[in-house]
């Protein structure tokens, strides 16, 4: 084998191993966010509202207002989450929550699917959904 083959070689084995590194991140954060979303969701199917409120982090300047004591009636009988879709730079992804609930005082089950964007947080090292709190109309 010739200098100029082995050269080449070797430069095909760094590119297949770099792409690799970089496939093996996106699984990582891909399978990080997909865990924290479906923490969220569990949460939220056990009625464990302040769960998966410590989860949201609103953008800048917007407030979110829960009523804990309301939800206290909500029960949610389904919670589901989709495969997250993972931006470029592996910083934020969009997962589609999926839920099936009744209020206590009512009989109809209804149903609700929230598009979430979730960020990642370099500094926690942890996943926060930024889109509000799921509406529970009675």
């Known amino acids: 084998m010739t200098a100029i ?3 080449v070689v070797l430069i095909l084995a760094l590119l297949v191993a770099l792409s690799g590194c970089a496939s093996m ?4 954060q891909t399978d990080s966010l997909g865990y924290q979303s479906r923490q969220y969701a569990k949460a939220l199917r056990w009625g464990d509202y ?3 409120i410590i989860r949201t982090r609103l953008p ?12 206290k009636n909500i029960k ?10 993972m931006s470029e730079d592996l910083m934020e992804g969009q997962v589609i929550l999926y839920l099936d609930y009744y ?9 609700i699917t929230v598009q979430q964007t979730w960020k ?3 500094e926690d090292k942890q996943w926060y959904v930024e889109t509000p709190f799921p509406k529970f109309e009675p």
């Open 25 to 28: 991140e996106k699984s990582k």
């Open 120 to 122: 990642y947080d370099e």
């Open 5 to 7: 083959s082995r050269t």
């Open 60 to 71: 800048e300047g917007e407030t979110m207002d829960v009523d804990l004591e309301y939800l």
């Open 50 to 52: 302040e769960a998966a």
């Open 76 to 85: 949610v009988t389904r919670a589901e989450t989709s495969p997250a879709l």
């Open 103 to 111: 209020h206590e005082l009512r009989s109809t089950v209804k149903s």
